[in-house]
Nanobody, 124 residues
Framework: QVQLVESGGGLVQPGGSLRLSCAAS????????MGWYRQAPGTQRELVAS???????NYADSAKGRFTISRDNAKNTMYLEMNSLKPEDTAVYYC??????????????????WGQGTQVTVSS
């Protein structure tokens, strides 16, 4: 079974840093665009940053200059380096990926998956 597993969340003081990881596991043919989203209580889930298979990146305005998204295709893993964290960055962070897995009769099946989320809390 293909799944995404996030790690690296936690409690950090304002101005601190955290590095989130998202590892894809299972029978995967290829992974396309991957992204980090976040959702704070009472708000909608929003895009933080995304990265294509060719390493083209896109950031929300709130993340520009502070967060860096990257991926290691050999490890099927995506990262989010977060610096200068602010209390308003507090949220559950989710990873998302477009991926292709083997299907029946030699076909390829495209799926969009979400991880279970990891809590990031920025507080003194």
């Amino acid at each position: 079974q293909v799944q995404l597993v996030e790690s690296g969340g936690g409690l950090v003081q304002p101005g601190g840093s955290l590095r989130l990881s998202c590892a894809a596991s299972g029978n995967i043919v290829s992974i396309g665009t991957m992204g980090w989203y976040r959702q704070a209580p009472g708000t909608q889930r929003e895009l933080v940053a995304s990265i294509t298979s060719g390493d083209n990146t896109n950031y929300a305005d709130s993340a520009k200059g502070r967060f860096t998204i990257s991926r290691d295709n050999a490890k099927n893993t995506m990262y989010l380096e977060m610096n200068s964290l602010k209390p308003e960055d507090t949220a559950v962070y989710y990873c998302n990926a477009d991926l292709v897995r083997p299907g029946q009769w030699g076909l390829r099946v495209r799926s969009n998956l979400w991880g279970q989320g990891t809590q990031v809390t920025v507080s003194s």
